[in-house]
Nanobody
Framework: VQFVESGGGLVQPGGSLRLSCVAPRSGFRSVGNYHMAWYRQAPGNQREMVAR???????FYAEPVKGRFTISRDNAKNTVDLQMNSLKFEDTAVYFC?????????WGQGTRVTVSS
């Protein structure tokens, strides 16, 4: 009943990771029916949105990740991905996906990204 995120790991500064999120299998329509977003929560910080894709496919990015992250959606697979390039120390966080205006009951465990040399 929750989103399932994967793809995190340990990466050096300047490296890349691709995160993937699978939508809940029950009680949830296709990701193509929602504005979808990726969020992250760094230690000691509140969860923040980093990228979103509207129903029509328009993308929005938070300033710290603009030009480095790309959100994409596969309606057939019911997945939402986040390609992260040129990673920085400050990108270290647990990353989550959810609908934009998130559904509280759908938060998953997230996937941890650690950027370290």
């Amino acid at each position: 009943v929750q989103f399932v995120e994967s793809g995190g790991g340990l990466v050096q500064p300047g490296g890349s990771l691709r995160l993937s999120c699978v939508a809940p299998r029950s009680g949830f329509r296709s990701v193509g029916n929602y504005h979808m977003a990726w969020y992250r929560q760094a230690p000691g910080n509140q969860r923040e949105m980093v990228a979103r894709m509207n129903l029509g496919g328009t993308e929005f990015y938070a300033e710290p990740v603009k030009g480095r992250f790309t959100i994409s959606r596969d309606n057939a697979k019911n997945t939402v991905d986040l390609q992260m390039n040129s990673l920085k120390f400050e990108d270290t966080a647990v990353y989550f996906c959810n609908t934009y205006l998130p559904i509280e009951s759908r938060w998953g465990q997230g996937t941890r990204v650690t950027v370290s040399s």
